[in-house]
């Protein structure tokens, strides 16, 4: 899955509660299911002791007892140890098959291999192809925490919104998107999916360090 979205609008933050939900087994933001397991995110932004401090916010904020996912939440920090998805190849095969449901990679951009345009469509795809062949080995899905495009967003199809190459929405089996709202504070949470039942656009209002959901809405008359 793709979780694309602008900087600065909580990306990080909704991962973090995504990893919760599915390392607890709880539906996400009230409303998705999710098959509970343990969760790797590797992030290579943030400071550690940054996602350190959020962690235990965002379960407090769930009223989550972090004992309870102390087994199931992993976190590695790559920020000054950068590594691209081709270096992370021998990391990710020294964990056996079913050692976690869900690696979170937070942000992508900063994984692509030296010299890779993310514009290019095939280098891109390649890139998928990798992260295709660790899910195979590993037996779990990925999520990739990218950033939207410049420029207004209201007017683009769910597919088109994230920098960079065509190749990247395609490539996934959903391509999660959050766009402004036109109420401060809010956002609207859409989804192309492949293989399960469409997703109604939903409208989340940020109530830190968490996203609350609002309800369906008409996304065509909120976004701006």
Request: charge should be negative; glycine fraction near 8%.
């Amino acid at each position: 899955m793709n979780i694309i979205a602008a900087p600065k609008v909580g990306k990080s933050w909704l991962v973090i509660d995504l990893a919760l939900a599915i390392a607890s087994n709880q539906l996400w933001l009230g409303m998705f299911e999710t098959i509970g397991g343990p969760v790797l995110i590797l992030d290579n932004e943030l400071h550690a002791e940054t996602v350190a401090s959020r962690i235990p916010k965002v379960a407090a904020a769930r009223g989550l007892d972090l004992n309870t996912v102390a087994e199931t939440v992993f976190v590695q920090t790559l920020r000054g140890k950068l590594q691209d998805i081709k270096a992370l190849g021998n990391y990710f095969r020294t964990f056996p098959a079913g050692k976690f449901k869900v690696i979170i990679i937070d942000a992508f951009y900063r994984a692509l291999p030296p010299g890779i345009d993310e514009n290019d469509n095939a280098a891109m795809a390649a890139v998928y192809n990798t992260i295709d062949d660790y899910a195979d080995h590993l037996g779990c899905s990925f999520i990739l925490i990218h950033h939207a495009s410049n420029g207004n967003q209201a007017n683009k199809a769910v597919t088109d919104i994230g920098s960079g190459a065509g190749s990247q929405s395609r490539a996934t089996d959903t391509h999660l998107v959050l766009r402004p709202h036109k109420e401060d504070g809010c956002v609207v949470l859409e989804a192309a999916v492949r293989s399960w039942p469409s997703v109604d656009s939903r409208c989340l209002r940020w109530n830190f360090p968490i996203f609350i959901p609002q309800g369906p809405i008409d996304a065509c008359d909120k976004l701006v």
